[in-house]
């Protein structure tokens, strides 16, 4: 089982980054997926999340109306495109399948 975050960097404030996560050894469609992040120092705290069929969206307070999860049960892979960065959304990303796998983490930096 593997899930496999990319599309981390280091981004000017109020750029975009998109994070991809392909999943790999289970039947991704039958899992709905979430997007975590860790700052220095700080708790891991959910980002967003989206259903098995990716009809159902919810997010944190901090990102809505700039983040949006989707994903490609045919590419096994869910997504986070990040719009107008901050600062404070410098974190360590993680995507995970509730309640069992976790990926490696992206670092994504925002900073002038």
């Known amino acids: 089982v593997q899930l496999v975050e990319s599309g981390g960097g280091l981004v000017q404030p109020g750029g975009s980054l998109r994070l991809s996560c392909a999943a790999s050894?289970?039947?991704?469609?039958?899992?709905?997926m979430r997007w975590y992040r860790q700052a220095p120092g700080k708790e891991r705290e959910l980002v967003a999340r989206?259903?098995?069929?990716?009809?159902?969206?919810n997010y944190a307070d901090s990102v809505k109306g700039r983040f949006s999860i989707s994903r490609d049960n045919a590419k096994n892979t869910v997504y986070l495109q990040m719009n107008s960065l901050k600062p404070e959304d410098t974190a360590v990303y993680y995507c995970?399948?509730?309640?069992?796998?976790w990926g490696q983490g992206t670092q994504v930096t925002v900073s002038l």
């Open positions: 995970y399948a509730p309640s069992e796998y």
């Open positions: 050894g289970f039947t991704f469609s039958n899992y709905p």
């Open positions: 989206i259903s098995s069929a990716g009809g159902s969206t």
